[in-house]
């Protein structure tokens, strides 16, 4: 990837966006209605993946997306800094870093108190990312 090439980004996390709470109970991690929106946007608007859940730590986290369905024409380009100091932090670092970031949305269903909630399409750990979350991100993105 050319350095200088603008880029659109979405922030994804997996709990609560692309894995949900079945029964109350334990959280199920295929959800292919999910799956297929995040596809669906990221190829509509030209979007990217920048995996931002825990699971980045997980050395199969791309794969796994790609073994639930998503789109193989959708690019997932890395994730934000392993460890942990907090998924805000995380992401303001991964954007003063890669300075060719256009546009970019989170998804994630945990709430965000910083500047980043502008750019927030917040989830429910018992529904995720569904029909009603992929409008309001189109709608978001129209806004940037």
């Not at 995040?38 to 920048?50: A, D, G, H, P, R």
């Not at 429910?124 to 009603?132: A, E, R």
Request: charged share 30%; with cysteine.
């Amino acid at each position: 990837m050319n350095k200088k090439e603008k880029i659109n980004v979405i922030f994804l996390d997996y709990d609560g966006v692309i894995s949900i709470e079945k029964n109350g109970l334990e959280i199920e991690f295929e959800n292919p209605e999910a799956i297929w929106f995040i596809s669906k946007l990221c190829l509509e608007k030209n979007f990217k993946i920048v995996v931002s859940s825990t699971w980045r730590n997980h050395p199969k986290y791309k794969e796994m997306l790609y073994d639930q369905g998503l789109d193989e024409d959708v690019e997932i380009i890395g994730c934000t800094e392993t460890g942990f100091v907090g998924r805000e932090v995380e992401i303001k670092n991964y954007l003063s870093d890669h300075t060719n970031i256009d546009k970019f949305i989170i998804i994630d269903d945990a709430d965000f108190n910083s500047d980043l909630k502008d750019h927030l399409v917040q989830t429910t750990l018992s529904k995720g990312f569904n029909k009603q979350k992929y409008l309001e991100a189109l709608e978001l993105i129209d806004k940037l």
